[in-house]
């Protein structure tokens, strides 16, 4: 599977109810009054799902902003 | 449908949000609208204690008690689970002794037991269980049995350790699914989404294979795989029935050689002719036929659920009639009953007698549909159904039923005031306190139509007040509803009683129940919107013989 960052944006503005280019690198939990830890939660489930992918327990905590969920996806593809 | 929100309470002590998205996604479905409101994680029951808290300012439609048990329960000795249960049990009762009192919907979710827990952990779960059931049971509260649903899919599909210990959150994606689909049923069930009526397709279908190529004797049905599963298939509707869904069958075959086969397969078929409320079996297109099966039958398409194996059929079916809910049958006939489970919406909780024997009922309706037309005279007709009816006052026997009417019954229904058993139950026994519940049982020549009328009614001194008048839809129209007036009348004129005032509050369904009382000649005033009293004094002339056809015991 390629890593499509389109496809992540898309996932993301649709859980935080926002436009896909307001998603940048640095928005994260806590950054945006959407992106709380609800919205949080919410991302991260939808990951996994769409993405067939399963977080680890140390991975999980890892990941606050964009540009971390992004680059673990990436890794996470890759490696597959 | 309206596209009224409805307001939604979830009682809870976990993280529930994520699951929100998805119920609205599957409400949008049938044009249903929700606004989720949740309790706080650790305090819900104090907010349900405290009067000024969010819930009682909100006043939901709807309220899920929906609480889950940390799984590391099991790690706690004997005496701290003890504690921990007692403390819950606690919890529970406090939360529905007090719900109750709300104007709301309130149904609660049970708690599957734990993967691996030990023995006694278990045994803490089960009466925890039986404790959420039995308060259900008595206050007429839905029941979500989610631990079957758990079983059924495997605890550890359904529950995620990892989200649960970061968010509090407990689903893992199938959960989460399937939690959805159970909610938003129950959320369909209560605003009229109850699907009542099937229409079944034969090929396939009922049977495996077609009658009309592979011939009676070689059709799949039986005891041998996979004649087996078409077979289980029809035990399952048989079920169904039970529980008061009706059958149908429509089918593209000559209607003598589906005789035929159910009278030389009766071995082998579970289903009799007689289990289906009406059969059309002919080549004309099946919408007309679905269309022919619910006007005989009287009932919605958006109660009723066509199902067939041909996609062609369901979709041809679903472009006529929209709102009717379609069921593809699986390719694989192993796959039948769960389908059919997944998709039905039913209440299985708290069956009356009457719901029990409903198909019966329309078969007796039907009979006297026909008798109907024999008659040139209405008043004729109805002396010849030979109507009694039998009337009960402040009976402990009927409550589920008296419940179950003020609950259903939406159109001759004077205030729309739902109360649940229990409340009933409190009525029944207030009666001394100069409060009467009047109800009535309705016979004639073609059957029982069961309780179908109810009155609540008060005595204030001179006065007789009706609380809440209703009167199931089935029996109108046959003078039954005259009757029973005529007998609050007699019954008041014996107390020496003369004024009468009637509680009626107007909505867009209950007009019949207005003409009635205008009808017969309560004058009406208006106190504020929709909300009236309509008044009438009494006398002997009001006695009307023409209603003693109506034999009233």
């Given amino acids: ?80 | 449908m309206s596209n009224k929100r409805i307001k939604i309470f979830f009682i809870r002590n976990f993280t529930i949000d994520p699951l929100f998205d998805h119920i609205q996604n599957i409400l949008k479905k049938k044009y249903l609208n929700a606004n989720f409101f949740v309790s706080s994680y650790d305090n819900a029951t104090i907010e349900v204690l405290n009067k000024n808290s969010e819930i009682y300012k909100i006043k939901p439609d709807l309220i899920f008690v929906f609480l889950n048990i940390d799984s590391d329960i099991d790690f706690l000795n004997n005496k701290e689970k003890s504690k921990f249960f007692n403390n819950f049990y606690k919890n529970i009762n406090i939360i529905s002794s007090n719900l109750k009192k709300l104007n709301s919907k309130i149904c609660f979710f049970n708690i599957p037991n734990l993967e691996n827990a030990d023995q006694e952990t278990n045994i803490f779960f089960r009466k925890t269980n039986e404790l959420i059931k039995k308060i259900s049971k008595k206050n007429s509260f839905g029941y979500l049995d989610l631990a079957s649903h758990v079983y059924k899919v495997g605890y550890d599909n359904f529950y995620s350790y990892k989200f649960w210990k970061l968010s509090m959150f407990p689903f893992k994606e199938l959960g989460i699914d399937i939690l959805s689909k159970i909610i938003s049923k129950h959320i369909f069930l209560l605003y009229g989404h109850q699907h009542k009526l099937l229409i079944l397709d034969g090929d396939n279908t009922l049977w495996g294979g077609i009658l009309g190529e592979d011939g009676i004797k070689n059709l799949k049905i039986g005891e041998n795989y996979p004649g087996v599963f078409y077979k289980n298939f029809q035990k399952l509707l048989v079920q169904l029935k039970k529980k008061g869904i009706l059958l149908s069958l429509c089918t593209k075959n000559n209607l003598s050689s589906i005789q035929e086969l159910f009278r030389s397969r009766k071995k082998d078929l579970i289903l009799k002719l007689s289990d289906f409320s009406a059969i059309q079996s002919n080549w004309k297109p099946k919408y007309q036929n679905i269309n022919l099966i619910l006007k005989k039958l009287n009932l919605s398409a958006k109660n009723s659920i066509f199902i067939d194996d041909s996609l062609f059929e369901i979709n041809s079916v679903k472009k006529i009639i929209p709102e009717l809910d379609t069921l593809l049958m699986p390719n694989n006939a192993s796959d039948f009953n769960r389908t059919l489970l997944d998709f039905v919406n039913i209440n299985s909780f708290n069956l009356t007698v009457e719901d029990k024997k409903r198909a019966q009922l329309y078969v007796d309706e039907d009979k006297r549909n026909k008798e109907k037309i024999k008659y040139s005279s209405f008043t004729n007709y109805v002396k010849n159904l030979k109507i009694i009816l039998n009337v009960n006052r402040n009976s402990t026997k009927d409550i589920e039923r008296l419940s179950q009417l003020t609950q259903k019954t939406n159109q001759f229904n004077t205030t729309t005031i739902r109360l649940s058993s229990d409340q009933m139950s409190q009525l029944i026994k207030n009666s001394k306190n100069n409060t009467d519940v009047i109800y009535c049982r309705a016979k004639d020549k073609f059957g029982d139509m069961g309780i179908i009328g109810l009155a609540i009614i008060s005595i204030c001194d001179d006065k007789v007040v009706l609380k809440n008048l209703l009167f199931s839809c089935r029996a109108l129209g046959r003078f039954i509803e005259n009757a029973f007036l005529q007998y609050l009348f007699k019954y008041m004129l014996n107390k020496n009683i003369f004024n009468i005032e009637c509680d009626f509050i107007l909505n867009k369904n209950n007009k019949i129940a207005y003409d009635f009382l205008i009808k017969n000649n309560f004058k009406l005033i208006n106190l504020k919107k929709n909300n009236y009293i309509f008044k009438k004094k009494i006398n002997k002339l009001d006695l009307d013989k023409k209603f003693n056809l109506i034999k009233t015991i």
Avoid: C
């Fill in chain 1, 1 to 80: 599977m390629q890593f499509n960052e389109n496809k992540l944006k898309l996932l993301i503005s649709k859980i935080l109810k926002v436009k896909p280019n307001q998603i940048k690198n640095n928005s994260g939990l806590g950054q945006s009054s959407n992106w709380d830890s609800i919205g949080h939660l919410k991302i991260l489930l939808a990951i996994e799902q769409e993405f067939k992918i399963n977080f680890g327990d140390k991975e999980i905590i890892s990941i606050i902003n964009y540009r971390n969920i992004k680059n673990l996806i990436k890794k996470k593809i890759t490696n597959k």
